[in-house]
């Protein structure tokens, strides 16, 4: 985010403070009872020591200024955003990969977000939402994973329709109303659709701008887990004015590098991942084997050129979509990839 946006959020959360005074600021009415992903969650009175599990779930908290209330993060794919370093010190990191429900439940929380399905879902491999519930303890799941499971699906399910900040921005509004700062979660959700409505106007739909979104593999030798049809990935394309050439519907299918060369994308996208669980999680590594193997550099978009590199969390349904849409944009508009 550049510092014209910062100033910009700084402004709407001083016009909350100046509302506030003028008794003017949007207040939540306790008990709130939210329907999220087939659950009715009700919340007495606003958390005062969450646990964030997932990157997205604690950057949302950390934009919405609740630092003070956040006790402690876990699964972090890629380093937070710069602008909320400082604020993010103040929680404990429990761990950048899944923490176990002793480690949580450590943190006396009053409330646990989710990022993702693996991390507070029927086959999460944390903790199931009922173990929460039954000590009291309400839970809360990105509306962006709340997904059907088909036979051969992968763990995050398949998504019928394409991914769109809607679902985004109803768990800002959601989250803002939980933690009684509504305004605050307005003023948010108004600077991405900003964001958004910009780059939509910057790009024309282009038939040939095909994407395929390279998130990592184990190794060279493994199949590639990469975005699927009606993901977040998809959704950077379209924003952009290309597809995905990946047209399954599941969230995150592997994919053989044979069909990868047979689909043969005009651009690759490389993630970075912060992680370092494996090799090519790096997107250096991952572009140095796209070169160098005699097999895969045939790719259309290896060997024109065409790889651009954006974080492992732009590609999840997460307020980093947006960020990692516009680092695409850039490195579009630098190659030319539009006009050729």
């Known amino acids: 985010m550049n510092i014209s946006r910062v100033f910009g959020i700084l402004c709407c959360v001083s016009a909350m403070i100046a509302g506030t005074a003028n008794g003017e600021e949007t207040r939540t009415q306790y008990p709130l009872t939210i329907e999220n992903c087939g659950q009715s969650v009700t919340f007495e009175s606003a958390p005062q020591n969450a646990v964030a599990l997932g990157q997205n779930s604690a950057e949302i908290l950390l934009l919405l200024g609740l630092e003070e209330r956040l006790a402690a993060t876990a699964f972090w794919p890629n380093e937070i955003l710069p602008e909320l370093e400082e604020a993010h010190a103040k929680a404990t990191l429990l761990t950048v990969e899944f923490p176990t429900l002793e480690a949580v439940l450590g943190q006396s929380p009053d409330f646990v977000a989710a990022q993702l399905p693996t991390l507070l879902g029927p086959d999460s491999r944390v903790a199931k939402r009922d173990d929460f519930e039954n000590l ?141 669980r494996w090799e090519l999680d790096n997107a250096e590594n991952k572009i140095a084997w796209l070169e160098n193997d005699p097999t895969v550099s045939q790719i259309r978009a290896v060997r024109e050129g065409r790889l651009l590199v954006m974080p492992g969390a732009s590609m999840n349904p997460t307020i980093r979509t947006i960020y990692g849409a516009e680092a695409l944009a850039w490195q579009l508009e630098q190659i030319g990839a539009h006009t050729e």
Not at 150 to 172: C, H, K, P, T, V
Not at 176 to 185: C, E, L, T
Not at 238 to 247: F, P
Not at 260 to 265: E, T
């Open 136 to 276: 009291g303890i309400p839970t809360y799941l990105s509306p962006s994973v709340c997904l059907e499971r088909q036979a051969g699906d992968d763990a995050y399910g398949s998504r019928a329709e394409l991914w769109n900040m809607d679902l985004l921005f109803q768990e800002i509004d959601e989250l803002s109303q939980i933690f009684d700062v509504a305004d605050r979660g307005q003023a948010l959700i108004a600077e991405f659709r900003a964001r958004e409505a910009a780059l939509r106007e910057r790009f024309v739909s282009d038939p040939d701008l095909s994407f395929i979104f390279w998130f990592s593999s184990p190794s060279p030798a493994d199949d590639a887990y990469l975005g699927g049809g009606n993901s977040a990935s998809s959704y950077i394309a379209d924003l952009l004015g290309g597809h995905n050439a990946i047209t399954v519907k599941t969230e995150w299918p592997t994919v053989s590098w044979e069909s990868i060369i047979a689909a043969d994308p005009k651009v690759l996208v490389v993630a970075q991942v912060d992680r370092n």
